[in-house]
Every structure is written in C-alpha cells, then in structure tokens.
C-alpha cells in the first residue's frame, strides 16, 4: 500500500516560481476596500479622517471623531477576466460575498486641556481579497514540453532515476530535497513522458528531447486562486488646539493564499506519441506581516484641510506548501501517485514591502458637503526577498530592483448632503507598478455611494469598479508568449454605522 508524504525542503530558494516578483507585487498591493462611505469616495479620506477605513490612509483620521462610533461592512465582490492567447478570446467570472470591515473607536473628551481629545480605535479590513478565477485558451506553438526542457538541460539524467525500491513520489520529494526545484521538474517530465534524454544508456546525458510533435497545440489554462491580506489595526490619535490631528496605528496582517492552475494539451500531430498532457500545480500560502504608520491632519481654515501620512514598510514572514501532478499517454504506470497528497513544504521565507508616502487635501462647503484628493508615492523597486544573502533571493531582488518602478496612486472623492441623504462619488488611478508599465498596466477605478442618517446611526451604499490590462505569461519559463487579460473588479457593499 503506498503512503503519503510530506517532506520540508531545507532551502527556500528551491522553489523559484513560487518566490519571486509576483510574490512581492501580490502583498504589496491593496484593494480598495473598507467601509461603504470610504470605497464610494475612492478612499479619498487622507485630510478628513472621521472614517473607520480612513486609517489606512492616515491614522490621525480617529481623532477627528466627536463621539464612539461602531461600524461594519459586507461587500459582494464580482471579478470578470477577458483573456486573449494566440488569437483566441475567452472569458471567466466569479461572485464572491464577505465580511470585509468591522471596528469601533471610542473618544475622549476635555476641552479644558491642549489636547482636547484622545482616540483609541480598533480595525479589521480586508487589505486585499485574492479570490479569482482565470481561463486562458488558444492553439499555441510553445507546448509545456518546453517547461520540462528548459528545466531539464544541464541536468545529468542519473540524478533523476528511481534508486533501488524507491517509490515514485519517495524519488519526487528527495529530488527536490536533495537537487532543487528545477531537477524535481525535469524528473516530472521524463516520468510524466514529456521528455526523454538524448543519451538514455549514459547517467551522465545532460541533454533531452521533446516526445511531443506540433505545429501548434490546443492549449487550456485555469487558474482559480483563493484567500485574502486581512489587516488589524490598533490606533491612537489626539486632537491638539481646534485645528491639528495627530495619530499612529500598529498593523497586523494574515496572509492566506491558496493558487490551483491545471493545463491540458491536445491536438498534436497525427505521427505524435503524446495525444494528450495534463499538468497541475497547486500553491498554499500562510504568514502574517506587521506595519506601523503615523499622520497627521490640519486645518488651515473652516474651509480647507491638509492632511500627510507615512507608512512603514510591511514585514511579512510567510511559508509556502507545494503539489503538483501530471500525467500523459506516455507517462508511466505509478505517475498517479504523485498528486496533491504528495507535499513539498518550505521554510519560511520574508518579503518586505516599501514604505508609503501620501499627502492629502480637502475642501470641506460647510455642512453641504466635500472634495477630497489623495496622493501617495511608494517605490517598488526598494520590495525586496529575505533573506538577501540567499544568492536566489540576491538574484531576485536585483531583477525586482531593474524591473519595477515608482508607483503614483491618485484619488479623488466628493460628498453631496441633502438633509440625511448623502451621495458620494470617487476616481482613482494607480500608476502600473512595473517601469515598462507593460506586464501590469495602469488601474482605473471608478465609485459611487449613497447614505442615509437616521440621527445616531447611519446606512451606507457603496459601488466601486476597477479595470486593469496584464500581459501574463502561464508558466516562468517555456512559454514565452503571454495572454493579454483585461480584469474588471466590481464591488457592491453595505454598512452600517452606530453612533456610541
């Protein structure tokens, strides 16, 4: 009877796809969530505060509340992906609903002292939502037998032979223990019957042939990924004089992540051995991160407020779980035990994200309403992989230095009142990380809200939609030619406000 394993890798750095650029892109970023009012202003809330979701953007956002406030938000995420790969288009959806905000914050008053007010407030928002679904197909001239090739060269084929009463998955994870990532690929090539060595009678072949024969070959990607960057925030904030604001927030991430893609091919030629190739690799991602940020806001006159904020750079420690399966005509009899019951586990590995710069300004037309714009700055060139003497790490944060760039994020909100009802509206752009600013391109984000006072509490309607253009390649090497994606995010949400 065979047995399932689970084997820790002693090197990070062996799973190369898995720690690298994406990585750092995936947790640097984060969506526009958060409250109903504050995601149908776009976020604009740097110089206002007054807002539970204002505190990741400027923690000295409490203080200007007058009085305890609790709030909670649930919001229905809809993400639609429209995909072009070698001229043929596809589309994938997916509806999700979550629980995406909560907190409260209690005020303390003295208005005989200098620091007339002290804040104490309490956050969970959803920095970003992962769940998504992808479906990429087309009639390609780069097949996956390409992946396994490149992998494989270099790599003397005795390295990847059964020892004596070795069980196919026992060789898997002793490979990848033992060589590295790129051996463990190569060995799932010739036993999946991808590939074969040029030199079959000779351990020491370092050169391999493709089984496969094509022209083109029809290819179907999926990827569905799930999970979420959850943020705790605890604040302080105090209010000096009428006119100044002061604060600084802790911040405790959870990262969960969780990335299934399967591929299969067909449509080979008609002398082809291999008819059909299956290939499934499955990602798990857990850790957590810490942040810290202070701000400041200031009011020049009744009219007009300025608002400047920094955030730290974010810590993450994370830990990376890894299966994959693979099967073709030529595969041999066992590859069926190799599946995702058959896990590779990593150590841990950090990511440090860059530090945030923004600066804000409001237009406040009395008790009418409000404009508010944002502007925040963080280079993305200074992410980085730790730990950096890891030489594949060093390698990646040099790459990561060349490739990204300065990200500008600007956002722009404003708030009509009539009596208790409140419309609200919001534009924001966020500048494509990488300097090209072709593999991710700019975002564009429009909202809109509505809200209705009932004295002390408050019912709020938000709607925000975001669009993206991204080059994605499927695989990190062997299939050079990306798929063209244009995603849309849309999201519906309702809160709820009590005044305490």
């Known amino acids: 009877m065979r047995r399932h394993y689970t084997f820790i890798l002693l090197l990070a750095c062996a799973f190369a796809s898995a720690q690298n650029i994406n990585d750092v892109l995936r947790y640097s970023g984060e969506s526009l969530q958060g409250t109903s009012r504050y995601q149908g202003m776009s976020g604009a809330f740097g110089a206002l505060g007054g807002d539970l979701s204002s505190l990741n953007v400027n923690p000295a956002g409490s203080a ?3 009085y305890g406030v609790f709030s909670i938000t649930g919001s229905n995420y809809h993400h639609n992906n429209d995909a072009s790969y070698f001229s043929t288009n596809s589309t994938a959806s997916l509806n999700s609903f979550d629980l995406n905000q909560i907190g409260g914050v209690f005020v303390f008053k003295d208005n005989d002292a200098a620091w007339k007010k002290i804040s104490l407030a309490f956050n969970y928002d959803q920095a970003r939502k992962f769940d998504n679904e992808l479906y990429i197909t087309g009639n390609s001239n780069q097949g996956i037998d390409n992946y396994f090739l490149n992998y494989a060269d270099g790599i003397p084929f005795g390295d990847l032979l059964l020892q004596d009463d070795e069980y196919l998955e026992e060789a898997y994870l002793d490979i990848g223990s033992s060589f590295g990532y790129a051996d463990q690929q190569a060995f799932l090539g010739y036993f999946g019957g991808i590939i074969d060595p040029m030199d079959e009678s000779n351990d020491n072949n370092t050169a391999y042939i493709s089984n496969a024969k094509y022209n083109t070959v029809n290819q179907r990607y999926s990827e569905s990924t799930i999970g979420q960057n959850s943020k705790f925030t605890a604040n302080l904030a105090s209010q000096y004089g009428d006119n100044f604001y002061l604060g600084a927030s802790l911040n405790f ?12 091919e067909s449509g080979f030629d008609s002398d082809s051995e291999l008819k059909n190739i299956y290939f499934d690799n499955l990602l798990r991602t857990d850790g957590n991160g810490f942040s810290f940020s202070i701000g400041a806001i200031g009011k020049l006159n009744d009219h007009i407020r300025v608002g400047g904020s920094y955030q730290s750079p ?17 595969a041999d009899n066992d590859i069926s035990y190799i599946n995702f019951n058959v896990i590779n586990v990593f150590e841990k590995y950090n990511i440090q994200t860059p530090a945030k710069l923004t600066g804000s300004l409001a237009v406040v037309f009395g008790p ?25 790490f060093a390698s990646e944060n040099t790459f990561i230095s060349d490739e990204l760039g300065g990200v500008s994020t600007f956002r722009l909100g404003g708030e009509y009142r009539l009596a208790a009802l409140s419309l609200r509206a919001g534009y924001r752009f966020e500048q494509s990380p990488y300097a090209s600013g072709t593999t991710i391109g700019d975002l564009n984000g429009y909202s809109a809200g509505i809200g209705y006072s009932f004295g002390s509490s408050r019912l709020d309607l938000g709607f925000s939609q975001a669009s993206q253009d991204i080059n994605k390649t499927l695989y990190d090497t062997g299939l050079p030619t990306p798929a063209g994606i ?8 309702l809160g709820y406000t009590l005044n305490l």
Do not use: R
């Open 253 to 264: 991430h959870n990262i969960s992540y969780e990335k299934l893609t399967q591929l299969s």
């Open 486 to 493: 244009t995603h849309k995010n849309t999201v519906v949400s």
């Open 368 to 392: 009418q309403g409000l404009i508010s714009f944002d502007y925040s700055y963080q280079d993305m060139s200074k992410a980085q992989l730790k730990p950096t003497t890891d030489p594949s």
């Open 64 to 66: 200007v509340f007058n």
């Open 314 to 330: 974010t810590w993450y420690s994370l830990t990376d779980e890894t299966s994959q399966k693979i099967n073709s005509d030529l």
